[in-house]
């Protein structure tokens, strides 16, 4: 197998022209050397010890017509998610101060749609941006598909991101999701960074895939240019009633592996330890931190899944002397 030093990696750290086989190559190494590779690729580009603390607020929950096998907010599963209507614009600004006021940066909203429609209720998500826009906080949306009108109206509107996950690479896509394409994805991010908003995009890891698809994932990831400035990525959160409910459980260390090889990938981006915190322990979390992950979501719930309390994290940032980034 061929070596890579974070060496050989440094002059050509922004890289669009990924091989797989290279990519390959840096995600096979051993553990130890790819986690001290992504930390050395971190420190050039990243204040250590630094991460960045992001709320998720569901403000449209459940019925959604997609049939993405994770999802407990699928109309296609039977799970405990209610369906709820669109949140008001008063209570989500109501949700962004107080997440403000507790140390976050960056208000993200997510709504289960497939697609953005024209109306009402997009009328009032871009009321709500204006407003978390207007409280000096990044504000990132996750609504589905868009067209590129709608891309424009976000970003007239004052989105500094939009969420569109892969999930997982374009070969086992379709075994996790049925009702759309990969390309639908590609279209949409085309849509969000042409109208000038950053693009959050990552994926779920312990869905049944292989390493080879981790590889694929991020293969699309790094092949973007610009990157994504945000890569969630998700470790999947097994929900009884989705087709994943009974998944074997995620092994830490590849999800740490992941990351790890994210990082170097894609050196500047934020690299957010997304959904699944809740399983992991304080450990496995550090090693993520290792592995050049700079992002995570805090408070207690994550849309519709559970996420480590306040206090949890809290103690873990003391323990492991981490910083939360201070403001946009
Ligand atoms: S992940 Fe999003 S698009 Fe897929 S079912 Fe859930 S809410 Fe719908």
Not at 69 to 84: I, K, M
Not at 231 to 258: F, K
Not at 263 to 282: E, F, H, Y
């Given at each position: 197998m061929t070596r890579t030093s974070a060496a050989e990696l440094q002059p050509q750290a922004l890289r669009h022209d990924w091989k797989r086989e290279?990519?390959?190559?840096?995600?096979?190494?051993?553990?130890?050397?790819?986690?001290?590779?992504?930390q050395q690729i971190h420190r050039q580009f990243h204040r250590p010890g630094e991460v960045q603390l992001c709320r998720l607020l569901s403000i449209k929950t459940g019925g959604c017509p997609e049939d993405c096998a994770y999802c407990p907010q699928s109309a296609h599963y039977h799970t405990e998610v209610r369906p709820g209507a669109l949140m008001s614009v008063e209570e989500v600004r109501r949700a962004a101060e107080k997440a403000r006021s507790e140390g976050a940066t960056r208000f993200c909203m997510g709504a289960a749609w497939r697609e953005v429609r024209d109306g009402r209720d997009f009328e009032n998500v871009l009321a709500m941006v204006r407003d978390v826009a207007s409280l000096g906080m990044e504000v990132c949306c996750t609504l589905g598909m868009l067209n590129e009108h709608q891309a424009r109206r976000l970003a007239e509107a004052g989105l500094t991101a939009y969420n569109h996950n892969l999930d997982t690479s374009p070969e086992y896509y379709g075994a996790i999701i049925?009702?759309?394409?990969?390309?639908?994805?590609?279209?949409?991010?085309?849509?969000?960074?042409?109208?000038?908003?950053?693009?959050?995009?990552?994926?779920?890891?312990?869905?049944?895939?292989?390493?080879?698809?981790?590889?694929?994932?991020?293969h699309q990831l790094a092949s973007m240019n610009p990157h994504?400035?945000?890569?969630?990525?998700?470790?999947?959160?097994?929900?009884?009633?989705?087709?994943?409910?009974?998944?074997?459980?995620?092994?830490?260390?590849t999800l740490a592996r992941t990351i790890a090889a994210a990082r170097i990938l894609m050196p500047a981006s934020r690299v957010r330890l997304s959904a699944g915190r809740r399983s992991l322990s304080r450990e496995s979390a550090a090693l993520c931190f290792m592995a050049g992950a700079n992002s995570i979501f805090f408070g207690e719930k994550l849309l519709t899944t559970p996420n480590p309390g306040r206090d949890e994290d809290e103690l873990l940032f003391r323990d492991l002397g981490l910083r939360a980034m201070s403001r946009v």
């Amino acid at each position: 197998m061929t070596r890579t030093s974070a060496a050989e990696l440094q002059p050509q750290a922004l890289r669009h022209d990924w091989k797989r086989e290279e990519i390959r190559a840096i995600y096979h190494q051993p553990l130890l050397e790819l986690l001290f590779q992504a930390q050395q690729i971190h420190r050039q580009f990243h204040r250590p010890g630094e991460v960045q603390l992001c709320r998720l607020l569901s403000i449209k929950t459940g019925g959604c017509p997609e049939d993405c096998a994770y999802c407990p907010q699928s109309a296609h599963y039977h799970t405990e998610v209610r369906p709820g209507a669109l949140m008001s614009v008063e209570e989500v600004r109501r949700a962004a101060e107080k997440a403000r006021s507790e140390g976050a940066t960056r208000f993200c909203m997510g709504a289960a749609w497939r697609e953005v429609r024209d109306g009402r209720d997009f009328e009032n998500v871009l009321a709500m941006v204006r407003d978390v826009a207007s409280l000096g906080m990044e504000v990132c949306c996750t609504l589905g598909m868009l067209n590129e009108h709608q891309a424009r109206r976000l970003a007239e509107a004052g989105l500094t991101a939009y969420n569109h996950n892969l999930d997982t690479s374009p070969e086992y896509y379709g075994a996790i999701i049925t009702t759309r394409r990969y390309e639908d994805r590609l279209r949409t991010l085309e849509y969000v960074r042409r109208a000038g908003i950053s693009v959050c995009c990552g994926g779920i890891i312990g869905m049944g895939e292989s390493d080879e698809d981790r590889v694929g994932l991020l293969h699309q990831l790094a092949s973007m240019n610009p990157h994504p400035e945000s890569v969630p990525i998700n470790s999947l959160v097994r929900v009884e009633g989705t087709p994943l409910g009974e998944a074997e459980p995620t092994d830490p260390l590849t999800l740490a592996r992941t990351i790890a090889a994210a990082r170097i990938l894609m050196p500047a981006s934020r690299v957010r330890l997304s959904a699944g915190r809740r399983s992991l322990s304080r450990e496995s979390a550090a090693l993520c931190f290792m592995a050049g992950a700079n992002s995570i979501f805090f408070g207690e719930k994550l849309l519709t899944t559970p996420n480590p309390g306040r206090d949890e994290d809290e103690l873990l940032f003391r323990d492991l002397g981490l910083r939360a980034m201070s403001r946009v």
